[in-house]
Structures are given as structure tokens and as C-alpha cells.
């Protein structure tokens, strides 16, 4: 009964629209999505499994999925997924891949298994290159640089005249 209460109020919080939970900014709990995934299979109430389908369709949709290189920024600053905060976390992507593949393994869909291994590849090839290794502890911010839309691969602290040159603080 505990848990069918919190699958309850958990689902009321979710944004019908876009998906995650309602307001912004907006993180994608993916524990919390799993929660849902196990909601849905306890309970067989299908809304449970709507409610995770529609997140991780939306986050995929939206800005806040690399496109291009793959893997996830840490959240959104709206309310609809569009507008990233530039910072790509190795636990935040470890979980979002394993809330995929549960997406696939409860849905068959192939969309989740292909986001599931886009962001597995960027982990891979991004956040486990060697370079980070020589960055050491809590200096993520010297490996990416991103300048307007686009990420530039930047394995050194880039001069702090290039961040006023093209970035606004």
C-alpha cells in the first residue's frame, strides 16, 4: 500500500504535457522514472507506464539530449526540456541509460534501446577518454567548452580571454 500510495502522488506531479515533473527547471529523475516503470507492473495501471514514456520521449525530444554527440545535460532551465544547462554529468548519464533500457526492456521499443546506446557511446568515448584522467578530480569544466550551441573538445583550460570573447557571463 506504501508504495501504491507514492506511485500515486508521484504520477499526480507529473506534467502531462512535457513530461518530469512539473515546473522548471527541470531534472530528469530517472530513479524516479524506474519507480514509475515498477509502478506499472505491480499496479498494471497503465498510466504508470504513460507517465514514464512520456518523460523520456520529451527529454529525448528537447534540448536537453546532445543530438549530435549524444549523452544528457544535467537539466533544463524551462519547463519543456528545450534549453540545457551545458553541464554533462557521468552519473546523470549512467542512470538515464539504464531508465532507457528498462524503457526497452518493458516496451520493445527500439527508440530507447537506440538512446540507450547514443548515450552509452558518448559515456564511452567522452567521460572515460584518458584525458579525463589527467584533468583529475572535479575539473569537468576544463574538458568542455561550449560556445554558443556547438561543444568544441577542449583538452586543456582554454585562456580567459577566449570565454570573454565568446561567451556572456
Known amino acids: 500500500p506504501e508504495l501504491n500510495r507514492a506511485a500515486s502522488q508521484i504520477g499526480g506531479m507529473i506534467d502531462p504535457v512535457h513530461g518530469g515533473m512539473r515546473g522548471a527547471p527541470k531534472f530528469p529523475q530517472p530513479m524516479m522514472l524506474e519507480f514509475l516503470w515498477r509502478a506499472g507492473q505491480r499496479t498494471g495501471d497503465s498510466r504508470y507506464f504513460a507517465a514514464a514514456q512520456l518523460s523520456l520521449a520529451r527529454m529525448c525530444e528537447g534540448g536537453i539530449y546532445d543530438h549530435l554527440g549524444g549523452g544528457f545535460s544535467r537539466y533544463s532551465v524551462d519547463d519543456r526540456w528545450l534549453t540545457p544547462h551545458f553541464e554533462k554529468m557521468l552519473y546523470d548519464n549512467a542512470l538515464l541509460a539504464r531508465a532507457y533500457l528498462e524503457g526497452f526492456q518493458v516496451t520493445a521499443e527500439p527508440f530507447y534501446r537506440q538512446v540507450a546506446t547514443e548515450v552509452l557511446d558518448y559515456v564511452l568515448r567522452e567521460m572515460t577518454a584518458p584525458i579525463m584522467q589527467w584533468l583529475g578530480e572535479h575539473q569537468e569544466r576544463r574538458f568542455f567548452l561550449f560556445l554558443h550551441t556547438y561543444q ?16 556572456t557571463w
Open 152 to 167: 568544441v573538445h577542449c583538452p586543456y583550460e582554454p585562456p580567459r580571454d577566449l570565454f570573454e570573447k565568446c561567451c
